[in-house]
């Protein structure tokens, strides 16, 4: 018997940001809403989102919501101003 193992292979490619196979994926107007509903498992943070082609619904636990909210700001906080849309037009 070997003793030799095989290797497991390359790394998973990393998943794109967006589906590049989406035709709807364009620059539109989107809407963010929150809200903080009880569930069967405890409090959660419903976060919708709403682009002119799809609506997109989570519910997220506080660290979850957490860690979304500290991956948004780093990303946002590296993004040059002219690139940031704000909703009420302000920076």
Do not use: C, H, Y
């Not at 590049?20 to 405890?42: C, E, F, H, R, W």
């Not at 082609?53 to 946002?76: C, I, N, P």
């Amino acid at each position: 018997m070997s003793n030799t193992r095989k290797s497991a292979g390359p790394p998973p490619a990393p998943i794109p940001p967006a589906d590049p196979g989406n035709q709807l994926l364009s620059i539109s107007p989107a809407q963010m809403t929150t809200a903080k509903v009880p569930t069967p498992d405890g409090e959660r943070l419903m976060l919708t989102i709403r682009t002119t082609s799809t609506t997109m619904t989570v519910f997220l636990t506080g660290g979850d919501a957490k860690t979304w909210a500290a991956q948004l700001a780093r990303e946002a906080a590296n993004m040059s101003a002219s690139s940031l849309v704000i909703a009420n037009g302000s920076l």
